[in-house]
């Protein structure tokens, strides 16, 4: 995860500290991505310029960074149940309408939960499927607020009626993320349900107007790309406290439907017009948060998008993000799914570390036998390909290992969803990059793809 107004504010006000993790020479200039044309890459605009506020202007001298620091245990992102009343084109988990048996019964995550505490979890992402069909999930929240966690709701919003939002905000939740994909044509045949985009706006409304912190969750496809100018100032506007982009990841359904993946140079606009969007929030000092997701080479794009504009600032923003140190899948993010499986982060359903019904989790997270997780905790990482030679690597950490998975079978292959040219990593002469091919196998198991 990139935290993007976390680092837009360290271009206010710098600071000596590390920034939270969830996520060389001198920089090239930015050109086209290479897997579409401008023409191609749809219709957003291209990003403004940026000045400094008159009070950052005199500013104290960027402060030096110290190295990367990590958080006691992993953020746990808690698929608690895999049921769903919708079938997004893009679910990871391949959710549906229907039980999945074998889900870990309310006193079995209560005994996880004690083992998270101890293992100094801080925060509880509780997602599904969608949660609210979870009839006891009042009770997990309710039994992880008491233990002091951070808990965060990750929902649709479609079932989120005045009841829930009476709920959810009587137990504290501190954040409440609602999926919304564009505009309300786009969002409805994404999540292929019609009526479904209203009655998330709605309930992201009604947690606002509870003063609950919500936010929006977009999934970045060229399908919805051109929905994007419109989607960030209809959430200025409603007064939504967080916008979080997350870049395609290549697993679930979002892997049968990767031919859908932006074009790079689509991620970049949509980049461009986020980062925009972030600074002006910055700029005129609103209590906005903008973060991204699934992409590490956000935090290089970004020190690219900084240092055309504040130059003078390039040196400490780039000690920060080496702070950051990129993707934190299987160090700082760590999954647990509806049977209790364990692994590295969400879109790992199909690599599995253990069950917390065999061993506690803090167990399964801190054995360093397998190969995955080894890797994944390496520093450096053993990536190969054109990352291996990336000027950026400290910063990125080779990015999302998912994709290059699904699309080589090799998990430290580069990772295909980079959008930097070969300039702007300092490689030449690297040849090919990887091609996203289209997905070609269907799954059989009842479940609509
Ligand atoms: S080439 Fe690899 S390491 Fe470099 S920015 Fe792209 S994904 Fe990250």
Redesign the pocket.
């Known amino acids: 995860m990139f935290r993007v107004s976390q680092f837009m504010r360290e271009i206010v006000a710098p600071t000596p500290g590390a920034p939270d993790r969830g996520a060389e020479a001198p920089l090239a200039g930015m050109r086209p991505g290479r897997r579409a044309s401008d023409a191609e890459a749809g219709a957003l605009p291209a990003a403004s310029g940026s000045h400094l506020p008159p009070a950052a202007a005199g500013a104290a001298p960027p402060s030096a960074a110290g190295p990367r620091r990590d958080p006691p245990g992993p953020v746990v992102i808690w698929n608690l149940i895999r049921r769903c009343n919708l079938a997004c084109r893009h679910c990871y988990s391949v959710s549906a309408d229907r039980d999945f048996p074998g889900e870990l019964s309310t006193a079995e995550v209560f005994g996880v939960i004690d083992d998270l505490r101890a293992f100094r979890v801080p925060v509880l992402i509780l997602s599904g499927g969608e949660p609210l069909l979870r009839p006891d999930l009042y009770d997990i929240a309710a039994r992880a607020k008491s233990l002091g966690f951070y808990v965060g709701l990750s929902t649709n919003g479609t079932l989120i009626d005045a009841a829930h939002v009476g709920r959810i905000a009587a137990l504290g939740f501190d954040y409440v993320g609602i999926s919304l994909d564009g505009k309300r044509a786009t969002h409805d045949a994404f999540r292929r349900k019609q009526g479904a985009f209203d009655q998330s706006l709605g309930a992201a409304r009604a947690c606002r107007d509870a003063g609950i912190k919500v936010g929006f969750r977009f999934t970045l496809t060229e399908g919805n790309a051109a929905d994007l100018p419109w989607l960030l100032e209809m959430a200025q506007a409603e007064g939504i406290d967080k916008f979080y982009l997350s870049h395609l990841n290549y697993a679930g359904r979002g892997n049968v439907n990767r031919k859908h993946d932006a074009f790079h140079l689509t991620t970049r606009r949509a980049m461009d017009l986020v980062f925009d969007a972030a600074w002006a929030a910055v700029r005129d000092g609103r209590e906005r948060e903008f973060v991204t997701g699934n992409n590490?080479?956000d935090g290089?794009y970004f020190l690219m998008w900084a240092a055309e504009r504040f130059p003078d600032r390039t040196e400490h923003l780039r000690a920060k993000l080496a702070q950051w140190g990129?993707n934190a899948s299987g160090e700082n993010v760590a999954n647990i799914d509806n049977l209790g499986n364990v692994h590295p982060d969400t879109y790992w359903w199909d690599y599995t570390l253990g069950n917390v019904r065999d061993r506690p989790f803090s167990a399964i997270w801190s054995d360093l036998s397998d190969p995955i997780l080894a890797g994944l905790r390496a520093r450096p990482r053993a990536?190969k390909g054109?990352?291996a030679a990336?000027?950026?690597?400290a910063?990125?950490?080779?990015?999302t290992r998912t994709r290059a998975r699904s699309l080589t079978g090799d998990p430290w292959q580069?990772?295909p969803?980079?959008y930097?040219d070969d300039d702007e990593?300092g490689?030449t002469g690297a040849g090919e990059r990887l091609e996203v091919t289209p997905y070609s196998r269907w799954r059989k198991d009842g479940v609509p793809v």
């Open positions: 590490d080479a290089p990129g990536i054109r990352c990336c000027r950026h690597f910063l990125c950490g080779g990015n580069e990772d969803g980079c930097l990593i490689v």
